[in-house]
């Protein structure tokens, strides 16, 4: 059966009404997605996980926010116990939301080249660490997949830092710039528990609707469905990503007709 998740970040007004229609168009899993502070992603997550589990949805990841707060890999030694503090914090949060994931992203940028085996060093430790901590809670830890110089650019780092017991992978498909996604599933496939999904053009991420890129939506489907996948297929875009307001029925029925998926 095909799963089906949406970010909050679709929504530009958050309402109730919102979450039904995702509800309706077959969306069944949602993912808290906020780049703020702490204080902040606090105040606002907790009546958007009740409006969220309100409509009969289930919150299956959050996403912790990025920026050099939040970034993990950074090797100042200045930077270590507040970094755990801070996604604790929200691991603790997910938990009493009812999330199953724990999206991160390995390092802001840009960052130094030059502190690149540091910075895998320290995010191995801290995946391992806060990936403990979050399965004590019921939880799994994933490294995103990022583009550029990003730590976690390809699926060699990205196996690196996880260990497939307590931290996994969240594929991202617009951010694969170094290796095509049919390697990326062979070489990591394993370990990837959940995705974001968007369209590019394979020169830089876009967050465009699926079609309106350069995926091969359908070998992707396949290759997935082949490597055991079994989580959502959870949209990371903008309801107006494609120049126009797009109703979340319009989205999932696009995204059925790429993969070639009948119901």
């Known amino acids: 059966m095909l799963r089906l998740g949406l970010s909050t ?13 995702a509800r ?28 969220i589990r309100a409509a009969g ?17 950074d090797p100042d030694p200045a930077h270590f116990s507040e970094i755990e503090e801070r996604y604790t914090t929200l691991i603790d949060a ?9 999206t991160t992203h390995a ?28 399965a004590a809670r019921g939880m799994r830890i994933t490294v995103e997949v990022l583009p550029r110089l990003c730590m976690g650019n390809c699926s060699a780092e990205c196996m690196e830092f996880t260990d497939g017991e307590v931290s996994f992978i969240n594929f991202d498909v617009n951010h694969l710039l170094k290796e095509s996604h049919a390697d990326f599933i062979k070489n990591a496939g394993s370990r ?12 830089d991420e876009r967050h465009w609707v699926p079609g309106d890129g350069m995926i091969d939506w359908r070998t992707f489907y396949t290759m997935m469905n082949g490597a055991g996948y079994t989580g959502p297929y959870l949209f990371e875009l903008g309801e107006a990503v494609s120049g126009r307001k797009m109703p979340v029925s319009e989205l999932v029925e696009r995204f059925k007709t790429v993969i070639g998926y009948a119901d």
């Not at 969306?27 to 204080?39: F, G, Q, R, V």
């Open 24 to 51: 309706a168009a077959g969306i069944t899993d949602i993912e808290i997605s906020m780049n703020c502070p702490i204080e902040e992603y606090l105040s606002k997550g907790e009546p958007l996980a009740h409006d």
């Open 107 to 134: 390092s802001t940028e840009p960052i130094d080249q030059t502190q690149r085996a540091a910075r895998m060093e320290r995010g191995k430790y801290l995946y391992r660490k806060l990936g403990e901590y979050a």
């Open 94 to 102: 997910g938990a009493r939301w009812g999330a199953k994931v724990i």
């Open 57 to 73: 949805l289930d919150i299956w990841s959050i996403h912790i926010p990025f920026g050099r707060p939040f970034d993990l890999t």
């Open 192 to 203: 990837i528990i959940t995705t974001h999904i968007s369209d590019y053009d394979f020169t």
């Open 9 to 21: 970040c679709y929504f530009k007004e958050k309402t109730p009404a919102e979450w039904e229609s």
